[in-house]
C-alpha cells in the first residue's frame, strides 16, 4: 500500500486496519492446502528437537501442504539442502506454490519428488530425516543406511499408538539411541488493564515429535533395559 510496515490504514468503509506482513505462522495456519497443516508450535519443536541446522542436508517425507518445508528451508539455510518427497501430484505442487509464496520464489536449494519413502530413496550422507507418514517405521531401515552418524530421525504422529510401533521398530533396528517422544500443548493468555486471565480456548494435542539419533549398534550384555 505504499506505507512503512506497521502503519494504520483505514479502508473506504471507515475500518482501521493495522498493515503487517504475515509471519510464518500466520501463513502456515491459513496458507491454500490439501491435508492438515504442522501448527507452528509443532514446527518450532521440529526445528529445534531434530536439531536443523544452517547447511543441513535434510530429507522430509510426507511434503503436504508444505508449512513444514518452509520451516526447513529457513533453518538450514542458503547452504544447505531439502529434499522432500511425497505420494500425490496434487499435494507436491500445492507445497511448491505454497512455499514460493513465502520464500519469494522457487529456493535452488529444494528438491521436490514423487516417490514412496517406504519403498526406499536414493539420497546418501542425510543428517536430518523429517518424517509426516502414517506408518514411519517402514522407513526405518532406509534412513538407518541414508543417515550419517549422529544423524536424526525425526516423526510427526497424531496417535500414541503409531508412536509405540515407531519406537519399537526403531529399537529393534539396533543402530537408534536417544529416541525420546514429546508432546506440546499452547494456552495463550489474555493480559487486560485490570484482568490476567488464561484464555478460554487453547490448542491442545496436535500430535508427538519422536526423536532418535543414528549410532553404533551398542555392545549386547546385562542391561536391565533391554527386556523392555
Known amino acids: 500500500v505504499g506505507l512503512p510496515e506497521g502503519s494504520w490504514v483505514t479502508t473506504s468503509r471507515g475500518h482501521?486496519?493495522?498493515?503487517?506482513?504475515?509471519?510464518?505462522?500466520?501463513?502456515?495456519?491459513?496458507?491454500?492446502?490439501?491435508?492438515?497443516?504442522?501448527?507452528?508450535?509443532?514446527?518450532?519443536?521440529?526445528?529445534?528437537?531434530?536439531?536443523?541446522?544452517?547447511?543441513?542436508?535434510?530429507?522430509?517425507?510426507?511434503?503436504?501442504?508444505g508449512a513444514v518445508t518452509i520451516a526447513l528451508l529457513r533453518a538450514v539455510g542458503e547452504q544447505g539442502r531439502v529434499v522432500s518427497y511425497d505420494l500425490r501430484d496434487d499435494m507436491a505442487h500445492r507445497a511448491l506454490k505454497n512455499v514460493d509464496a513465502i520464500m519469494g520464489g522457487h529456493p535452488p536449494n529444494l528438491a521436490i519428488k514423487l516417490g514412496d519413502v517406504y519403498s526406499g530413496f536414493e539420497e546418501e550422507g542425510l543428517d536430518r530425516i523429517v518424517l509426516d507418514l502414517p506408518e514411519p517405521w517402514h522407513v526405518v531401515s532406509h534412513a538407518s543406511a541414508g543417515l550419517v552418524p549422529g544423524g536424526i530421525l525425526l516423526s510427526f504422529l497424531p496417535t500414541i499408538l503409531q508412536v509405540h510401533d515407531l519406537t519399537q521398530c526403531l529399537r529393534r533396528e539396533r543402530t537408534f539411541q536417544l529416541i525420546e517422544t514429546?508432546?506440546?500443548?499452547?494456552?495463550?493468555?489474555?493480559?487486560?488493564?485490570?484482568?490476567?486471565?488464561p484464555s478460554h480456548r487453547m490448542v491442545?494435542?496436535?500430535?508427538?515429535?519422536?526423536?532418535?539419533?543414528?549410532c553404533s549398534i551398542r555392545p549386547t550384555g546385562n542391561t536391565d533395559d533391554e527386556k523392555y
Open 182 to 197: 514429546t508432546e506440546l500443548l499452547l494456552r495463550t493468555w489474555s493480559v487486560g488493564t485490570r484482568s490476567v486471565r
Open 16 to 65: 482501521l486496519l493495522l498493515a503487517v506482513r504475515p509471519t510464518m505462522g500466520d501463513y502456515t495456519r491459513l496458507m491454500p492446502r490439501t491435508a492438515t497443516v504442522v501448527y507452528p508450535k509443532d514446527l518450532g519443536a521440529i526445528i529445534v528437537n531434530g536439531d536443523i541446522f544452517p547447511g543441513a542436508y535434510v530429507l522430509e517425507a510426507g511434503v503436504g501442504s
Open 204 to 214: 491442545g494435542h496436535t500430535g508427538f515429535i519422536t526423536t532418535a539419533r543414528k
